[in-house]
């Protein structure tokens, strides 16, 4: 059964940290991982990536202040988040490529107050 269970969402206030995790079951040969966010009425936005490799790639709006990280031994992965923004306050996805397909979590709230 494929599962991608995510957590460390929450509520923070500007300024602070959080560490998102999301770990993936019941799939082989993950390639890319990533992390999604998507505000309500809006498309689902790239926040980052990282392949198997370790190659990362990170939305502009991000760059400096988040850092993806993986454990391939444990399929997970990792967005640590440093000086939120309020308009960081949206949901996030865990994303994991495998075989041609992709998987999706079922995301976690993150809420920054000003």
């Known amino acids: 059964q494929v599962q991608l269970v995510e957590s460390g969402g929450g509520l923070v206030q500007a300024g602070g940290s959080l560490r998102l995790s999301c770990a993936a079951s019941g799939i082989f040969s993950i390639s890319t991982m990533g992390w999604y966010r998507q505000a309500p009425g809006k498309q689902r936005e790239l926040v980052a990536s990282?392949?198997?490799?370790?190659?990362?790639n990170y939305a502009d709006s991000v760059k400096g202040r988040f850092t993806i990280s993986r454990d391939n031994a444990k399929n997970t992965v990792y967005l640590q988040m440093n000086s939120l923004k309020p308009e960081d306050t949206v949901t996030y996805y865990c994303?994991?490529?495998?075989?041609?397909?992709?998987?999706w979590g079922q995301g976690t709230q993150v809420t920054v107050s000003s």
């Open positions: 994303q994991c490529r495998a075989g041609g397909r992709i998987y």
């Open positions: 990282i392949t198997i490799y370790g190659s990362t």
